[in-house]
């Protein structure tokens, strides 16, 4: 996920380049889908953290078919982010200036927003402590720092330790545009990537870098040379869409729901979520570049905002089961379905913008040290 807000303006496909180095030549247009796009991201990322408040037990195929299409939203938002890379910094590039950007307004709010759970994770948190129960980790020190790397202290900041390496590897990629070399790696981390799963509580960072890796580099790909790929997905949408949902079938029939998550050295099944979650990457791209000169208000908006809502929004998913022992928020268990899960979802956004809202009037620009946005 990045965390810059580029400013509107031409949108794309009014004058497009003729080949891909002259794509890569120029600086490029803001480009609404995309913008679009961050804010359809978003609410996926909440929804994987709330079909438990809502009730809903996935056991039946239809609930698995559903609950494999909707969950893994992290490979749009992964996608969306090396997109931008290309398309925001390729230009403009100075890798001291972007990692100090990224310390500040993305690992320095991970850090304050982790302290507290941290501390309560030491003192009073659950029993047995998940530090010991997962890392038989005792001694203060070693426990918080455990929190800081793995991310554990909150759903969905698992993400952060894993992100900051994928921005120190910016030189790297960069290399990479300049050869023409991006998807000669991309396809081959790829084929890896569906062989080592996701890891096992998203604790090993490491093991989430080589999983999301290729998605990036696919979209720091897709921006380099737009002028091929948005004519392509174009064509194909529809096919890329069965094929993706025929992938979400199968997995329910065979494989089961949710992502398999695994140590990265244990041969299992083959992951068909990621593969799925980029055809519906480039499905949904399609789609919303064919509105590209609407501005869609709502999603601008969510857009904007998503960094924050990001941050906030496990302070609302995660504390009410770990401290109540119990997901069940509503009173719903085993009476949810995918649209209760949407309902649950959309009210934790609701309320994680208005949260930010708030913390950004109360700390104008610093609230980026805080929140990211």
């Keep these: 996920m990045d965390d810059h807000?580029?400013?509107?303006?031409?949108?794309?496909?009014?004058?497009?380049?003729?080949?891909?180095?002259?794509?890569?030549?120029?600086?490029?247009?803001?480009?609404?889908?995309?913008?679009?796009?961050?804010?359809?991201?978003?609410?996926?990322?909440?929804?994987?953290?709330?079909?438990?408040?809502?009730?809903?037990?996935?056991?039946?195929?239809?609930?698995?078919?559903?609950?494999?299409?909707?969950?893994?939203?992290?490979?749009?938002?992964?996608?969306i982010s090396g997109f931008l890379f290309h398309h925001v910094f390729y230009h403009r590039w100075d890798y001291k200036k972007y990692m100090k950007s990224k310390t500040k307004f993305v690992f320095l709010p991970y850090l304050l927003l982790s302290l507290p759970w941290i501390v309560w994770h030491l003192t009073v948190g659950t029993d047995p402590m998940m530090h010991k129960e997962m890392a038989d980790i005792s001694g203060p020190a070693a426990a918080a720092s455990w929190y800081v790397i793995t991310g554990r202290t909150l759903t969905a900041y698992w993400y952060i330790p894993m992100g900051m390496m994928l921005f120190a590897l910016s030189p790297w990629v960069m290399d990479l545009i300049k050869k023409q070399q991006v998807l000669y790696y991309a396809i081959p981390l790829l084929v890896i990537a569906i062989m080592v799963h996701r890891p096992i509580s998203n604790l090993n960072a490491i093991q989430s870098l080589v999983y999301f890796l290729p998605v990036y580099l696919l979209g720091v790909w897709g921006s380099a040379h737009r002028d091929k790929l948005f004519p392509f997905i174009d064509k194909y949408w529809l096919a890329m869409l069965i094929t993706g949902i025929a992938l979400a079938l199968i997995q329910a029939q065979y494989f089961g729901a949710g992502t398999l998550n695994k140590a990265p050295f244990e041969m299992t099944v083959p992951d068909l979520m990621l593969p799925q979650k980029i055809l519906l990457t480039l499905v949904i791209l399609a789609i919303l570049n064919k509105f590209e000169h609407v501005s869609i208000a709502p999603l601008q908006k969510l857009a904007e905002v998503s960094f924050a809502i990001y941050f906030i929004h496990p302070w609302i998913t995660t504390p009410w089961w770990m401290l109540y022992d119990s997901p069940d928020l509503l009173g719903l268990a085993g009476k949810g379905n995918q649209f209760t899960t949407l309902l649950v979802t959309l009210g934790v956004i609701a309320i994680s913008y208005v949260i930010a809202i708030i913390i950004k009037k109360l700390l104008s620009k610093r609230s980026r040290y805080l929140i990211g946005w």
């Design 5 to 79: 807000n580029p400013q509107p303006i031409t949108p794309q496909g009014t004058q497009p380049s003729t080949t891909s180095q002259a794509a890569q030549a120029k600086p490029k247009a803001f480009l609404n889908s995309i913008n679009h796009f961050r804010g359809i991201a978003i609410i996926f990322i909440v929804m994987a953290h709330c079909y438990r408040p809502a009730g809903w037990e996935v056991e039946t195929f239809a609930d698995k078919a559903w609950f494999n299409l909707m969950m893994n939203g992290t490979v749009f938002f992964v996608f």
